[in-house]
């Protein structure tokens, strides 16, 4: 399987592993040619509920030679960035 990590992809110092690492595993597109693709979180990762109430867009897509980023979000107090996972597959 294999293991991208989030910042090393972004281009940023990827963060020495550490108790609270944790590896996110995603069921890749077919297109991929693979089935699994696991992401390193750093932390507990939660499913969060995203809806149009609770959450707006911040930015737009990048241009495909930008990091692998689809948009960022402000939901209540926080600015998550939403990964392209298909441009991690490759």
Known sequence: MPLVSFEGACG???PPA???TRIVIFTASARAGRRLLGIVSQ???QLVRVTQMWCVRITRAPL????PIV???RMVNETPL???LERLEK
Do not use: E, N
Request: net charge positive.
């Open 12 to 14: 940023q110092m990827i």
């Open 18 to 20: 550490s108790g609270r």
């Open 43 to 45: 932390g507990f990762p």
């Open 64 to 67: 495909k030679s930008a990091p």
């Open 71 to 73: 948009c960022q979000i």
């Open 82 to 84: 939403v990964p392209d």
